[in-house]
């Protein structure tokens, strides 16, 4: 047997680790994983040299004693700059084990209030030319807010809850239905759900009616309490009408 022997191991949580016997010539399998208080540092995985250069992993073999080198990873950051005001306005610092991936809203990265505004995402830029995409951060990164007056809104801007109705064969059938329109007329239609659509509610909305850019989504109309609008489907057979109150409604453009 061979004898692997455990370093770099000092500051964690958990004791050092008992020495393993290996087989000569056989895999290593699984080791064991370390934690530091508060996420000072991430476990990076076993090494076979101080330098840290050579991993170790569940098919590495060895034909003599060893000794495992700890690796620790230094936690990266996300900077929230709330870009307004005419200066570099922090919201909050997110920290993340290096090839994480970020979450954005509720348990992740917050959004934001200002009053008069409405938050309109996260931006890699302050210019915002480019939307914040999460993806896995290797480095301490900055995002920016960007934000729309609320005086600025789109006409139809909030989410309305209502039903579709569905005329297949001449058989009339209903089911719930959500429309999101935000600040910029970008919708999407039954969010989160199967048939979910999402496209641009086009200018003309303002006159009373409008079409979705997105094909076969056509004919809003504004009819005070309720929209109303029609999708029409590549099977003959198959006409939907949608009707979507606006009580309740979020949007601050929506009496």
């Not at 809203?105 to 996260?122: D, V």
């Not at 290797?138 to 934000?147: K, N």
Request: glycine letters at 10%.
């Amino acid at each position: 047997y061979n004898v692997m022997s455990f370093q770099n191991v000092s500051g964690t949580v958990e004791e050092t680790p008992t020495p393993m016997f290996i087989e000569n010539g056989s895999l290593v399998g699984e080791l064991p994983t370390l934690t530091k208080p508060n996420d000072k540092e991430y476990f990076g995985g076993w090494y076979v040299d101080p330098t840290l250069t050579t991993p170790i992993t569940t098919t590495t073999n060895f034909t003599g004693d060893v000794v495992a080198y700890a690796k620790w990873l230094e936690p990266v950051y996300i900077t929230c700059d709330l870009n307004y005001g005419g200066q570099s306005a922090t919201k909050a610092m997110y920290k993340y084990r290096p090839g994480e991936t970020p979450v954005v809203g509720e348990t992740g990265i917050q959004s934001p209030t200002r009053e008069g505004y409405i938050f309109y995402g996260w931006y890699t830029d302050r210019a915002l030319t480019t939307p914040y995409e999460p993806g896995a951060i290797e480095e301490d990164t900055t995002i920016y807010a960007r934000w729309i007056k609320e005086e600025d809104a789109h006409t139809l801007y909030g989410t309305y809850t209502g039903v579709r109705f569905s005329n297949t064969y001449e058989t009339l059938y209903t089911s719930d239905t959500t429309l999101k329109v935000d600040a910029l007329g970008k919708y999407i239609l039954n969010p989160g759900r199967n048939g979910e659509k999402s496209g641009q509610v086009s200018e003309n909305v303002i006159e009373g009616t409008a079409e979705f850019t997105a094909e076969g989504m056509s004919n809003i109309v504004d009819c005070g309490d309720y929209l109303i609008f029609h999708e029409a489907s590549t099977y003959t057979a198959y006409k939907y009408t949608y009707i979507v109150a606006k009580t309740g409604v979020t949007g601050n453009k929506i009496a």
